[in-house]
């Protein structure tokens, strides 16, 4: 009889315990970019540099960008789509980024254009368009995680995972009846 509460007890706490150990992976998600990864953020060679950057990663806010620069060669500028097209920087968006490297923090959604400003930079490519998405959570995570496993019980525990509990729970009577 005590081996039966034995096992029937450690039923219970495979039952609360699954369920605890599935909620644990659950973490904030922000993501760092480094605008033109190894390039950092130059006059491109090739003037399609940082469009194809762009178009490969994903953005959201809260995401940041670093714009690696040494001072004084380049500077990072916020403008408009139109200013971003034209490559003029007479409208600036926020502050205008002339010590390197620049970290930008995103924080609304929507797109964003950013330009150098110096020289021919723009012209030769130095320009960088992104869209930002709401969220950086993807949506199997973004439910809240759920409260923490409730004192051990029949009633709470049974419902989380009733499968092996009640599979686990039929083999320890059927090993009961058949040895007693
Ligand atoms: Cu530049």
Not at 109 to 127: A, E, L, P, V
Not at 163 to 175: A, D, E, N, R, T
Request: with cysteine; glycine share 4%.
């Amino acid at each position: 009889m005590n081996m039966m509460i034995n096992n029937m007890f450690s039923c219970l706490c495979l039952s609360a315990v699954v369920p605890f150990l599935m909620s644990v992976q659950n973490t904030e998600a922000q993501s760092v970019f480094v605008v033109g990864d190894a390039t950092g953020w130059t006059t491109p060679q090739d003037s399609s540099t940082y469009q194809s950057w762009a178009s490969d990663n994903t953005f959201a806010v809260g995401d940041i960008l670093i714009f690696n620069f040494q001072t004084t060669q380049h500077n990072v500028v916020q403008v408009s789509e139109e200013s971003y097209t034209s490559c003029t920087s007479s409208n600036p968006i926020g502050t205008v980024y002339n010590t390197g490297p620049v970290n930008v923090t995103l924080n609304r959604t929507g797109q964003h254009y950013y330009i150098c400003s110096i020289g021919q930079h723009c012209t030769r490519g130095q320009k960088l368009a992104i869209n930002v998405l709401a969220s950086a959570v993807p949506p199997s995570t973004a439910t809240p995680p759920p409260p923490p496993p409730p004192p051990m019980s029949l009633a709470s525990t049974f419902s989380p995972s009733p499968i092996p509990f009640i599979f686990i729970c039929s083999l320890v009577f059927v090993f009961f009846y058949a040895h007693y």
